[in-house]
């Protein structure tokens, strides 16, 4: 069973256009982080969530709006992509903290082109 | 704020041979979690090893130990009996132990295993 699933896997759309990239856990995980990973392969985050209240927004652009409809689905829209939004955008969830319960579990990355 | 320093781009190392990865990090924070990702071509983000920096005792998972120095603020990964598969970038990472808590990336190194 996969942990953390995103949607689509790869994205080739043109600039101005709007789209969203979906995230669902099946973990019963808390948390959910949305981290873009750059041309250069450097990982930041961007947004995370828990049960669906945001917490952490990180100097990211309006054009990008996170919605989480319940606490397994995180989805981010993107609306009049640039050139410079082309990344793998990445899709994380972890649990409630206790003990060891700190990891983030990954889904796959969606690759983002802007042509 | 916390930063992460990855310095070396890459590294190549003899498959069968060991080969250690350095991080240092920069924190005002007593007790943290540090971490080590490996992202293979495949891009998925998987977990190498973990990292509590209350706890002394350096952590290992099989071929994959750390040599962690709170007061110097340096925590390295050493890969023993490299395997071809072991081929990846490698991106250290800090937490702190707190609920809903970011990741904060190094810039990753690019380690490839030679047959």
């Known amino acids: 069973d996969t942990a953390v699933s995103q949607t689509p896997k790869y994205l080739v759309t043109q600039m101005g256009n709007d789209k969203s990239i979906k995230c669902e856990q099946n973990?019963?995980?808390?948390?959910m982080y949305w981290y873009k990973q750059d041309s250069k392969k450097f990982l930041k985050i961007m947004f995370s969530y828990n049960n669906k209240e945001l917490i952490i927004n990180e100097t990211v652009p309006n054009r990008f709006s996170p919605k989480s409809p319940d606490k397994a689905h995180l989805n981010l829209h993107i609306n009049s992509l640039e050139l410079g939004d082309s990344a793998v955008y990445f899709c994380?969830?972890?649990?409630?903290?206790?003990?060891?319960?700190?990891?983030?579990?990954f889904g796959p990355g969606t690759r983002l082109t802007v042509t | 704020a916390q930063t992460v320093t990855q310095s070396q781009p890459e590294m190549s190392v003899q498959e069968a041979e060991t080969v250690t990865l350095s991080c240092t990090y920069d924190t005002s924070e007593n007790n943290y979690y540090l971490f080590w990702y490996k992202q293979p071509p495949s891009r998925q983000m998987i977990l190498v090893i973990r990292?509590?920096?209350?706890?002394?005792q350096n952590a290992t998972e099989n071929r994959f130990s750390v040599n962690f120095q709170k007061a110097a603020k340096s925590f390295s990964l050493k890969i023993s009996d490299s395997q071809l598969g072991d081929t990846a970038m490698y991106f250290c990472?800090?937490?702190?132990?707190?609920?809903?808590?970011?990741?904060?990336f190094g810039k990753g190194i690019t380690l490839s295993v030679r047959p």
């Open positions: 990472a800090f937490m702190k132990p707190v609920a809903n808590s970011k990741l904060t």
């Open positions: 990292q509590e920096a209350y706890k002394q």
């Open positions: 994380a969830s972890s649990p409630t903290p206790g003990g060891s319960s700190y990891e983030q579990y």
């Open positions: 973990l019963g995980h808390d948390t």
